[in-house]
């Protein structure tokens, strides 16, 4: 946890925590889970790796930030989650499936 964090103990959830959607060829399925996660407040990011770009997603999601990855298609898991990573800004991050939900109550308990 960075020094800033530490010292703002009242950081609300959305300032903390960045879920990050994994994804590749799973258009129905994105869309499913974003708007399940609509009225999450923080950063979302979709990390499709997929052939082709969703494009209609920033539109649709204005919120999301939505990376296309075709590089990681036919990789490891773990390039593409390293990836992540490295882009991630706030001091807790959790992965998630795209065929996957993750509840607000562990939401909170990541943080």
Excluded at 15 to 27: F, K, R
Excluded at 36 to 54: F, Q, R
Aim: net charge negative; glycine share 4%; aromatic share 10%.
């Amino acid at each position: 946890m960075t020094q800033a964090f530490k010292a703002n103990k009242t950081a609300s959830l959305s300032e903390l925590l960045t879920l990050v959607v994994i994804t590749q060829n799973q258009s129905d399925f994105l869309r499913r889970a974003l708007q399940y996660y609509c009225t999450y407040t923080g950063v979302i990011m979709v990390l499709d790796s997929s052939e082709e770009a969703d494009t209609a997603i920033e539109v649709d999601f204005p919120g999301v930030v939505y990376q296309h990855v075709p590089q990681f298609s036919n990789s490891a898991l773990q390039g593409k989650l390293a990836y992540g990573v490295e882009r991630v800004n706030t001091p807790y991050m959790a992965f998630v499936a795209v065929e996957d939900f993750v509840l607000q109550e562990d939401r909170k308990s990541v943080v």
